[in-house]
């Protein structure tokens, strides 16, 4: 495919490539990883009775150890093997398993059976020649639990390891991070200390989705990273880098591609979505708002108004959304959800932001199109989607009823205010079956309860979902989270799933906006 680049852009964007912090960390002992019924997805984590046993022992074919950093890291692992016995006879094979959480230690990969690929399992085979050695591993590593395997070594020796330290690295510098008044409750302190890593290690030389996968550029991360980002570490000058890279590298038809590459150079993914390329003008609307960057916003305007134009583009007669396959959108993962509904929501949030862009640039042609379109568009959902009966947004032939739907209408305002929050309190009186899988959705549905002025069950909500997740000891927030099915991944298997995950940050955003 095709895909229109613009070399300004991505030259601006690449000059703002940020340095990388590092830091070092070393594990604080060696644990065991237990098959338990009780614990989440089925592993629990002991300590073993004295942490720094295994710098003691002398491993030999089949041994191991597993080790904790007691935090989770994003960086690079070195660390330092001798010999022990009469002189090394044959090379050491080695094996290193990185996990960010129990199950990755516990369930052999060998056993993955997912549809994403088992590359980004996280492993490592080595042969080490000449001993003793310091080894440093070219790639970068996400992690907290580190499985040291013996292969082979020979009969006549054994393998003793002294010192293992994670390099780590971020774009994100913590000491930017204002601290929280002393009166907010501990358990939202630390649902945002954890939001705060969390947000720490996806920032990398771009705003990356998951440090362990994708490792990449997704806009509808993006945006929410960008929010978290405006009220803890002001890296404002990568979120000026992410736009630039999504502006200046698109798809043939201009649209703004979902996700980009960095390397071996920046370039656009041939995914595209609905919703994510119209989040190009709700990114550069919040980029705006925090940075007061004219001249930027002046420079992405003129792919912000494409954006919402290719969106118009897919409105039927009615004025209604509709999506196909080679249209699709992301709003959740969700196999069972009808997206038309929630896509013209999220049509008419981007609308109504590019209105005020173009207000802003006293663009008034384009202020005044985009405002037609928002009647035109807020008109066919309130015609065609609203069941006036239920009190419910349906979509699709079939009237789906789904959470997404509520809560995109709910974002884009389409009902008066008063309507709006009954719209909201109808969730959970009359609770749709189609429900909610990513913390991605979740974050929407926490926003709709703020702006309609719930901010009791906004709190509630964030408890029960991010609350939990801390319960389930997360150090970092996850990319799927659901509290009736811990074992849920999209993607056929949990040892998958990312377990550091961009759009999971959020809570940070809320506590810092709306609770400080
Ligand atoms: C997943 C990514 C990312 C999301 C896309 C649509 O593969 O991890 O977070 O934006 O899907």
Known sequence: MEMTVNKEMVAVAEKLTPELIQGAAEPKGS???????NAIQGWRVEPKRDPQEWK???????????????????????????????PPDAPLKLKLVFGEMPCEIGEPFESYDGWLSSSW???????????????????????????????????????AFDQFVCTTVTSGDVSKVESLPESLPEDLKLMDRIAVKTLQDCMQTVFEDGPKRDRRLWIGDLRLQAQANYYSFRNDELIKRCLYLFGGMRLEDGAVGACIFEKPHPHVDDVRFFDYSLFFVACLYDYYEAAEDRETLEKLWPVAMKQLE???????????????????????????????TPSQGVLIYCLKRGMALAATLGLEKERAYIADQINRTTKAALDHLWENDLGVFISG???????????????????????NAALMDRLFTQPPAIGMTTPYMFHHLIEALFLVGHRDKAIE????????MVQ??????WELYNTEDKKLSPYGSNLINSYCHAWSCTPTYFIRKYMI
């Open 56 to 86: 003691e022992g002398a491993y030999g074919k089949g041994d191991s150890f597993v080790l904790d950093f007691g935090d989770h890291l994003v960086g690079y692992l070195s660390f330092s093997v001798r010999p022990v016995g009469s």
């Open 310 to 340: 290719i969106g118009i583009d897919k409105l039927d007669e009615h004025g209604i959304v509709k999506l196909g396959v080679s249209n699709g959108s992301f709003i959740d993962w969700q196999s069972e959800l009808n997206k038309e």
């Open 121 to 159: 399992l996280q492993e490592e085979t080595m042969f080490v020649d000449i001993l003793p050695a310091e080894i440093k591993l070219p790639r970068r590593y996400c992690f907290r639990y580190l499985k040291v395997e013996v292969l082979d070594t020979s009969g006549k020796y054994k393998a």
């Open 397 to 419: 032939a079939d009237k789906q009823v789904s959470w997404a739907s509520q809560v995109w209408m709910a974002l884009a305002e389409v009902l008066p205010q008063e309507e």
């Open 472 to 477: 389930d000891g997360a150090d970092t927030f």
């Open 31 to 37: 644990i065991e990883v237990i098959a338990d019924e």
């Open 461 to 468: 909500q964030m408890r029960a979902y991010w609350g939990e």
